[in-house]
């Protein structure tokens, strides 16, 4: 099973940009695909973008789309976030997580496809 690690949270004023990292050991990296979820206080964790187990196909939810970029090193076992034009609606724990399949042919949003999580790192946006 794979073992992920968050980094790159912190403060940063609205319209700003982060990168948060996500670091893999332990396993198979390149045979699943990745995914970036979000938890704010008070609501559920949410999907925000994904990668392919080849990093072929990417998918964003509708709230980052064009502000946002997943990207992933196989040969590194790392899996990039860029987040840019942040705005205070973006503020929440962000967590790294892996497929629970291998080589799945799509990018799945549902938090229930995927079963190893990092422990999550806070983006906090001031307006």
Not at 12 to 39: E, I, P
């Amino acid at each position: 099973q794979v073992q992920l690690v968050e980094s790159g949270g912190g403060l940063v004023q609205a319209g700003g940009s982060l990168r948060l990292s996500c670091a893999a050991s332990g396993g198979t990296f390149s045979t699943y695909a990745m995914g970036w979820f979000r938890q704010a206080p008070g609501k559920e964790r949410e999907f925000v973008a994904g990668v392919s187990w080849s990093g072929g196909i990417t998918y964003y939810a509708d709230s980052v789309k064009g502000r946002f970029i997943i990207s992933r090193d196989n040969a590194k076992n790392t899996v990039a976030l860029q987040m840019n034009s942040l705005t205070p609606e973006d503020t929440a724990v962000y967590y790294c997580a892996a497929d629970r399949l291998k080589y799945r042919g799509n990018v799945s949003h549902h938090p229930a496809d995927f079963r190893s999580w990092g422990q999550g790192t806070q983006v906090t946006v001031s307006s």
